[in-house]
């Protein structure tokens, strides 16, 4: 049971990181970059067009812990693993990068710096092709490198 939890946790988690990628990369950099070019380019208001992104994958995560939460089978700890993405990346992504919710101080070094200086390339172009570094967690070393 804990194994169980701890493990599905972990699998909802890192599906969420490598599926994120692909869909950053492939799809929102593709087919449905006018949606998610709202979030490279300046947009007025608290709220992007790309937050509906946020919306889809937080929805499958409460369907998942709506059908699994009679047994805590599965499908529950998968929905608790893809919440806690969910929120680790709000914390990290809008909050401590993007300073949606001026909170967090920008990080000088460790692997916050790192993942700050990934997303910040991400960020080079406001374009749908030429960009680089889609995932949020996982990214190249070479931004760790540099102690500037
Ligand atoms: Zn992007
Ligand atoms: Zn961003």
Not at 26 to 35: A, D, T, V
Not at 62 to 71: A, E, K, P, Q, T
Not at 114 to 135: C, E, L, P, W
């Amino acid at each position: 049971m804990v194994m169980s939890a701890i493990l599905f946790s972990i699998l909802g988690f890192g599906i969420m990181e490598i599926s994120g990628w692909f869909i950053h990369k492939f799809i929102m950099h593709g087919p449905l970059w006018s949606i998610h070019k709202t979030h490279h380019q300046h947009t007025d208001g608290p709220f992007e067009l790309n937050d509906l992104f946020s919306l889809f994958f937080g929805s499958i995560a409460v369907i998942l812990i709506f059908l699994g939460v009679g047994s805590l089978d599965y499908r529950f700890w998968m929905g608790i693993g893809i919440s806690v993405y969910g929120l680790s990346y709000f914390f990290l992504h809008d909050m401590l990068i993007h300073r949606r919710i001026k909170f967090f101080k920008k990080p000088k070094n460790g692997y916050l710096a790192g993942i700050f200086k990934a997303h910040q390339a991400h960020h080079a172009t406001n374009k749908r092709d030429g960009s680089v570094s889609f995932g949020l967690f996982v990214v190249p070393k070479k931004y760790f490198n540099s102690k500037r």
